[in-house]
């Protein structure tokens, strides 16, 4: 999807910019009642225990107006980008490799005028990923 700013005859395009997140269809993971439960045992865990972790991986993610540049291949924002080399090329990828699990704990942080946690103390699995894909265009 683009948005476009014409002139006032409609006929001149003034500008124009990708709406953030479009185009970009990256599959959720299907979520299994198991997985649901697992997820959920973890969280009480980690919560609970902090020595329970073997590792907090936390991200600060800058959320600036530069982010929003729509200029990364594909008509993404770089925005956009962060999203999904987080999701993808990260968590998808250590999880795949078996290099990453729910004692892994995650965070992310959006760094704006002010700091927001996103993501806190969440266990390394598909639901944190379906989670991370969720903040494509947010």
Request: charged letters at 25%; glycine letters at 6%; proline letters at 3%.
């Amino acid at each position: 999807d683009v948005v476009f700013i014409t002139d006032e005859t409609s006929t001149i395009e003034v500008t124009s910019w990708a709406v953030p997140g479009s185009g970009l269809d990256v599959e959720l993971v299907t979520i299994t009642p198991s997985m649901t439960k697992e997820h959920f045992d973890a969280r009480e865990s980690i919560k609970r225990d902090p020595s329970w972790w073997t590792s907090h991986t936390v991200v600060v993610v800058d959320q600036s107006g530069a982010m929003r540049k729509t200029d990364v291949r594909g008509g993404a924002t770089r925005s956009d980008a962060v999203w999904l080399t987080l999701a993808i090329g990260f968590l998808a990828k250590q999880l795949k490799d078996g290099d990453a699990k729910a004692t892994d704990v995650f965070t992310i942080v959006d760094m704006r005028s002010t700091s927001t946690v996103l993501i806190d103390r969440q266990p390394s699995d598909w639901i944190l990923f379906n989670k991370i894909i969720g903040l494509l265009s947010s």
